[in-house]
């Protein structure tokens, strides 16, 4: 596939998670998926994935999660990310404040036979806790 065929497949799943339809988003990925959030152990599998992402996203409502830019080699997509929500619901443990959040993510994703095969998340976490405990 050529670089940007690989990121029409990241905008598309991006776009679906944006609408909350976690059906077309699970659609671009791979049977052999694996989410890596930090550096923390994996998530195999979509269906964990959708779990995880809808668990985050449904504490923050409602929510903006856009595409800043792309970049891409061979089969490596590059995307830095802008997310901004309010903190409705319990995140990690955290009561909801009601704060907005609103932070930058870079993302790096593999596309194999079409589909996002790994997904690898880097954020500032600090800066979101920051965020939930102190009006923005």
């Not at 988003?25 to 550096?39: G, I, K, P, T």
């Not at 992402?53 to 449904?58: A, H, I, T």
Request: negative net charge; aromatic residues 12%.
């Amino acid at each position: 596939m050529s670089t940007d065929q690989n990121k029409q497949i990241v905008r598309d799943f991006y776009n679906a998670i944006a609408r909350e339809d976690y059906e077309a988003a699970a659609r671009c990925c791979h049977e052999d998926f694996v989410f890596y959030l930090q550096v923390d152990e994996p998530i195999h599998g979509v269906d964990g994935f959708i779990g995880s992402e809808k668990k985050n996203f449904d504490s923050f409502s409602p929510f903006e999660f856009s595409i800043q830019q792309l970049l891409a080699e061979g089969d490596q997509v590059a995307a830095y990310m802008l997310f901004d929500g309010l903190h409705t619901g319990n995140a990690n443990g955290i009561e909801p404040t009601g704060n907005r959040v609103r932070f930058s993510l870079a993302m790096w994703l593999t596309i194999e036979d079409g589909k996002i095969r790994t997904k690898r998340a880097h954020f500032d976490s600090a800066d979101v806790h920051r965020q939930l405990d102190n009006a923005y």
